[in-house]
């Protein structure tokens, strides 16, 4: 019975206008993301390579003398992603560009954008066609699923018969997906043939794969507005009672509750600036500085001149290091506090379906804000590498001092560390990795975990409602 | 057939929709339900179709209440509304099929159709036109044909004249005669005397709920039935 169902509500579906229009919408702004995409993409992939090959040839310099590759401010480029035509995740509003050399790294800062009014606009990606138009139409198709059927007559006629209520909304339930998927299904298609044909990208099979996850994912979004259209009209007599409160309930849940999350987060918590890292960072080098005479005698004094009484080179390095790991525990504080600051305001928007799509989209798509946490949490471990590097080099010459510790100027004069030439093949050079999909999976199983629950929540309120309903 | 046992239905605001109703339809006969606007008539048919549940009584069709058991008892009866509303965007075809399809008819073939259509009185074009382009009277045809595909042994019609044109109305009327004919227990609500007098076996009188009389064919067959419904109607305004 109920493939009578879906074969009727798929028939009547089809051949609405509604349908026709939404085809022909969604199939428009598929394409239009591919094209968009791939002339952004071409230009942001020459970008990222000019920048990293520069790096690498600035690095290549250093290796002259040891001591250089030490406190070289090396900079790390957010690579393009190439599923950035699923989610692009407000990359282009997120820092691009990390600095960092064997003891510090920089906060994150944005670096050689051109026009930097750009960002303004938002990006036509997968998700945001998915969770903007087809969860609008998601609502069209189901709106009057139910208290239409009631207004035209037909609800009565149908459920005369022998077809229990619950086979009947599932059968609209399963209807209006399959409706639904004609059109995403089709933009897809487009939007990959578009992407794909023009050979400047490559999709490797993992990335097919975490494609295939996005798309399983759309389903069950796209599940939730089509229950809770199923609701609405379950709950309303009339088709424009049930319109209007379910444009009031897209409305809030797809643009109030994801714009609400920058207000949450300023609310929450002090905006912190560049301004008030720089004060922290001096409050704690002073502090550390003002100590220093437990870290041995003229610890705090320095001459350029290595033969000068003055100087106590392994007193020095024992205080550069300790101010040193405090202003680096310093930026970690400060970067953490920004963090949870955007988390607070995440976590209050993930009331809101569009938002737990988007994020766990950008999580197995690998862009957004876990691109550049990810890119941020892969420089300590390349930082340890490359100064293991360095000491294990410096072990071999007797003319240095073996302290490395972050003072150039130490490094320079009295060679604390070797300044003997390295070949440059057999330095550590960073490089982004992108996290296994098994890794993404696991950091976005709580945002499919509530998408699952919103989607339990509507269906049951949905069939306690249509149980309860009253056709006449 | 079916049958009505002091069925009572009292709604959420108050109002008394049906007081301890009862009566039977056997199987070949009309029944037709008179009264006038709120008597409860089409409360015992949302009741019978379990849109609603009584307040107490039952109601059964074939045995089974239509209550406890709405999709057992609903499987031996069809129901004719008092505006047959179809899918506007099929064809009458679609239409046929999708309701039979619902009802376990499975692999009906176009001769089946066809001989529905012929026997409502309906043109064989008719079934390729969308029902958007129907007019009442063929829409009400068309509920019956549907009815018929099922071939269910009762049928529940509310007001189906209503609206109909004199032509459709003696057509429908005649149509009716054939199901009886075939064995059908048919229970009708109608405010239309005329017509009722025409078709019923027995006419069930009611006003605010309560069945306040039946009449058997022979009792009205050659008087004025609307005389007597009067006369019903004020007896138990009298009596209330």
């Known amino acids: ?472 | 057939m079916i049958e009505i046992n002091e069925l009572t239905k009292r709604y959420e605001d108050g109002v008394l929709a049906l007081d301890h109703v009862s009566y039977k339809v056997e199987p070949g006969e009309i029944f037709c339900l008179l009264g006038a606007n709120g008597a409860g008539k089409t409360t015992t048919i949302n009741i019978l179709l379990d849109f609603i549940p009584p307040t107490s009584g039952s109601a059964t069709i074939n045995g089974h209440d239509c209550n406890k058991f709405p999709l057992e008892a609903k499987k031996y009866v069809s129901y004719v509304s008092e505006n047959v509303q179809l899918y506007g965007m099929f064809t009458a075809r679609q239409n046929l099929a999708f309701f039979a399809e619902l009802a376990g008819k499975k692999g009906l073939k176009k001769k089946d159709y066809d001989n529905v259509m012929r026997i409502v009185g309906l043109p064989e074009r008719a079934l390729r036109m969308r029902l958007k382009h129907y007019s009442k009277g063929m829409r009400q045809k068309l509920g019956i044909a549907i009815a018929l595909l099922k071939d269910p042994p009762a049928i529940l019609m509310d007001e189906p004249t209503s609206g109909l044109d004199p032509t459709s109305a003696k057509e429908f009327l005649d149509q009716l005669r054939r199901l009886r004919e075939r064995g059908k227990a048919i229970l009708i609500t109608t405010h239309d005397i005329f017509r009722a007098k025409m078709i019923a076996d027995r006419v069930g009188i009611m006003k605010q709920g309560r069945l306040v009389a039946i009449r058997k064919r022979q009792d009205f067959k050659h008087a004025d039935l609307e005389e007597i419904y009067m006369h019903e109607m004020e007896a138990a305004e009298t009596v209330s």
């Open chain 1, 1 to 472: 019975m109920i493939r009578q169902i879906v074969r009727k509500e798929i028939l009547e579906n089809v051949l609405s206008l509604r349908f026709i229009l939404s085809l022909l919408l969604t199939i428009a702004l598929f394409a239009a993301s591919g094209f968009v995409f791939l002339s952004r993409y071409a230009k942001q992939s020459q970008d990222y390579w000019k920048k990293t090959n520069d790096n690498l040839s600035a690095l290549r310099e250093q290796s002259s003398q040891l001591y250089r590759l030490a406190f070289y401010q090396q900079k790390a480029f957010r690579k393009p992603k190439p599923l950035t035509f699923c989610v692009e995740g407000f990359e282009k509003s997120l820092p691009n560009c990390f600095i960092f050399n064997v003891f510090t790294t920089e906060l994150p800062a944005i670096e050689g954008r051109g026009n930097f009014t750009l960002p303004h606009f938002s990006d036509i990606d997968w998700v945001f066609i998915i969770s903007l138009i087809l969860s609008f139409v998601a609502l069209a198709f189901t709106y009057d699923s139910i208290c239409g059927e009631k207004e035209q007559g037909t609800l009565c006629l149908v459920l005369a018969g022998t077809i229990p209520r619950y086979k009947v909304l599932l059968g609209k339930y399963l209807a209006a997906m399959f409706t639904l998927g004609m059109p995403l299904l089709a933009g897809l298609l487009v939007s990959l043939v578009i992407v794909v044909s023009s050979k400047e990208i490559v999709i490797s099979p993992g990335d097919w794969l975490r494609i295939l996850t996005i798309v399983f994912w759309s389903f069950l979004y796209l599940s939730v507005f089509v229950l809770l259209g199923l609701f609405v009209s379950s709950r309303t007599a009339h088709s424009a009672n049930s319109m209007v409160i379910l444009l009031l309930a897209w409305v809030g849940l797809v643009i109030l509750l994801p714009s609400s999350g920058k207000i949450i987060s300023g609310v929450s918590s002090k905006n912190l600036t560049r301004a008030d890292l720089e004060r922290r960072l001096d409050e704690t080098s002073r502090r550390v500085w003002d100590n220093h005479e437990k870290f041995g005698k003229n610890a705090a004094s320095m001459s350029t001149d290595p033969k000068s009484p003055i100087n106590n080179p392994p007193a020095r390095a024992r205080l550069v290091t300790a101010v040193t790991e405090a202003t680096n525990q310093a930026r970690n504080d400060h970067h953490n506090q920004l963090l949870a600051q955007t988390l607070t305001g995440r976590n209050f928007t993930s009331l809101s379906p569009t938002v737990i799509y988007q994020r766990a989209s950008e999580v197995i798509a690998g862009t957004g804000i876990s691109h550049c946490v990810n890119l941020y949490q892969q420089i300590k471990p390349y930082q340890t590498d490359l100064k293991e590097y360095i000491r294990s080099n410096d072990a071999e010459d007797s003319n240095s001092l073996h302290l490395i510790y972050d003072e150039e100027g130490c490094a320079r004069h009295w060679t604390t560390i070797s300044h003997k030439a390295v070949d440059f093949d057999t330095v550590p050079k960073f490089q982004e990795r992108d996290l296994a999909l098994g890794q993404s999976l696991k950091l976005a199983i709580w945002d499919i975990g509530l998408l699952v629950l919103f989607n339990l929540v509507f269906f049951t309120a949905s069939f306690v409602s249509f149980l309860r309903y009253d056709v006449r």
